[in-house]
């Protein structure tokens, strides 16, 4: 049997965390919870994930990309397949994020909330 | 640069000088800080500079009239607060210039005493002013505050709350019976519901403080319907309606708020939708004459009272109907109406009962 894939999952809201928890379980997976992006670039080191879920952090896209390129530069974090979660609806240019030379490597953005199948659907996908 | 002083600039600005140097000591007496000219341009030169507090202007000058340099000085200088020395004690010209802008006049003859006693009012009255704009200003912030406080405290708690709904049926769906499972939907309806009416309330909030200014970009009529359509589409699917576009070859671009226009658009389709029974159609066209180019959306539903027509833009107005699944924010054609009104359009309505509505959306051309 091999050993369950591990998710990361960084979010400031702990009932959020919680909902996204209790999905990616129902899925089979080994999920780890960090609530602000510090500690969630520690567990990035600590936990080597499979695969990392970001909130965009609270207000400003600033915040959530500085936490992915802090990820990005962590050798485990590197190549690791990163999903980012938008609060705000996500429109215009957004809405088809496409990652581009500057910004750090993000491999889908999706809304809050969730739907469970797309979330797993997408996960499986990354993971491959 | 300003002078600065806790006891008030003043400016005296009269040709004679006798006045001048009567004024400047009188006030000097009450610890006033006093600078004089003996011409407007000068005067204005120095009020420019200096950015007096209070203006004594005498009406009857050679060079520049009184008025005309309370006019310039109340329109130069921020929160200036002037008052006019008439010579001729005439009550007309006294008020003409009051409503130039002057706030007080001093007759001459007048003595220290009576000089001092109007300066006295022009501060308070120049402090009350400045006292009510700061509360205002304040006000203003508060409110802005309060929307994005509101914003944040009310959608985070129900997209919290629509995650856990899915992380219920993501572990429990297949268990539970379909009893529970409708529970689940009827909640997950009542919060797509509450999410609207914060949706709707932040938008007419925006637009009410000022925050929300529509974009001034060319919008091509065509291109929002086709859009809107395609959003609206999967709910008219689901409610078994038909929809039709018509929309004429040479009609203009608008200029606005895309976005906001899509969201009118699907606003109206929305609620022809939630009110036209099954098998029914609803119709868009769009064209123009010499005055306005219209979108209008018109279903085969049941119909709105006529009486009940000239509120249903009101906020919170909701038509009683009977069979009606669900209740709408209360606030949507609201919205509509303001979004039409930012871009200088209107939106009007008319309706039969039992046959069906139409809206009609006009921009200026």
């Not at chain 2, 006049?105 to 402090?127: G, I, S, W």
């Not at chain 2, 002013?129 to 006000?139: S, V």
Request: aromatic share 6%; hydrophobic share 40%; with cysteine.
């Amino acid at each position: 049997m091999t050993a369950r894939k591990k998710i990361l999952l960084i979010d400031d809201d702990r009932d959020f965390l919680m909902a996204t928890k209790i999905i990616l379980e129902s899925g089979g997976y080994e999920v780890f919870l960090a609530e602000d992006g510090k500690s969630g670039v520690e567990m990035v080191k600590s936990v080597s994930p499979d695969l990392t879920i970001t909130d965009m952090m609270m207000e400003t896209w600033g915040e959530g990309f500085a936490v992915v390129s802090k990820i990005r530069s962590i050798e485990a974090g590197k190549d690791m397949p990163l999903i980012m979660l938008s609060g705000v609806d996500l429109q215009g240019p957004y809405q088809s994020f496409e990652p581009s030379e500057e910004s750090p490597r993000v491999d889908l953005v999706l809304n809050k909330p969730v739907k469970a199948d797309d979330l797993l659907k997408h996960v499986k996908r990354l993971l491959g | 640069m300003a002078v600065n002083t806790d006891k008030g600039l003043i400016l005296i600005i009269d040709d004679e000088e006798s006045i001048r140097d009567g004024c400047k000591q009188a006030l000097e007496k009450s610890g006033h800080v006093v600078l004089t000219a003996e011409n407007g341009k000068e005067g204005i030169r120095i009020a420019r500079e200096s950015k007096p507090e209070i203006a004594f202007v005498d009406l009857k000058m050679p060079s520049m009239s009184g008025m005309e340099i309370i006019d310039i000085l109340s329109r130069d200088i921020p929160d200036i607060v002037s008052i006019v020395i008439t010579g001729y004690a005439s009550i007309v010209s006294a008020v003409e210039s009051m409503k130039k802008g002057a706030y007080d006049y001093l007759p001459k003859p007048f003595t220290p005493d009576q000089l001092r006693a109007v300066a006295k009012r022009a501060f308070e009255h120049r402090n009350l002013k400045m006292e009510t704009r700061m509360l205002r200003d304040e006000k203003e912030q508060m409110e802005k505050n309060f929307i994005t406080f509101v914003s944040h405290e009310m959608r985070s708690p129900l997209l919290v709350i629509e995650q856990y709904l899915e992380a219920l049926r993501a572990v429990a769906g297949r268990c539970l019976d379909k009893n529970a499972n409708d529970i689940i939907e009827r909640c997950n309806k009542r919060i797509q519901g509450l999410k609207a009416l914060v949706e709707h309330w932040l938008d007419i909030s925006h637009i009410e403080s000022g925050i929300f200014e529509p974009e001034k970009n060319p919008v091509d009529i065509s291109g929002i319907i086709t859009r809107s359509v395609e959003e609206i589409a999967p709910l008219y699917h689901i409610r078994e309606l038909s929809i039709e576009t018509d929309v004429s070859d040479d009609i203009p671009e608008v200029t606005g708020d895309g976005e906001s226009l899509m969201r009118v658009l699907t606003n109206i389709m929305g609620n022809a939708a939630k009110y036209t029974p099954s098998g029914g159609k609803v119709s868009i066209r769009a064209g123009h004459d010499e005055y306005y180019v219209s979108i209008s959306i018109s279903d085969t539903g049941m119909g709105i009272p006529k009486e009940k027509l000239p509120f249903i833009f009101e906020p919170f107005y909701s038509v009683k109907r009977e069979g009606e699944e669900q209740k709408g924010s209360g606030l949507g054609l609201n919205f509509c109406r303001k979004i039409m009104e930012a871009h200088g359009g209107k939106i009007e309505v008319s309706s039969q009962v039992g046959k069906g509505t139409t809206f009609v959306l006009k921009f200026p051309k």
